[in-house]
């Protein structure tokens, strides 16, 4: 882990997190946890890099999250030189369900 992101609190969200049992319990704590733009930020992220993971060029991702070209430049970056987190979900969601 990043040097930066070791700090107890943010061992104790992880923690939190990996708690989680059920999607209603995801739910209500990411409500209670986030704000609204908090969260649509993290989905957008999600969608982003998802729709990068899919080789979509910018102008598509653009027109359907309404994300920046900076958001999609940092979510490409993380997608590329990041920590493979982003790739694991997608990896798992698409054997949960066939596809993402």
């Known amino acids: 882990m990043i040097a930066k992101l070791k700090d ?16 209603e319990e995801c ?27 899919e ?10 999250t309404g994300a920046s070209t900076a958001t999609i430049s940092r979510v490409n970056r993380s997608l590329n030189y990041g920590c493979d987190g982003y790739s694991t979900i997608f990896a798992r969601l698409d054997g949960e369900n066939g596809h993402v």
């Open 55 to 64: 080789h979509r060029v910018y102008s598509d991702i653009v027109a359907a």
């Open 8 to 23: 107890e609190n943010i061992e104790f969200l992880y923690r939190a997190v990996l708690a989680l049992q059920t999607r």
């Open 27 to 53: 739910e209500r704590f990411f409500e209670d946890l986030c704000t609204v733009p908090e969260l649509r930020a993290m989905s957008q992220r999600l969608t982003v890099a998802k729709m990068l993971s």
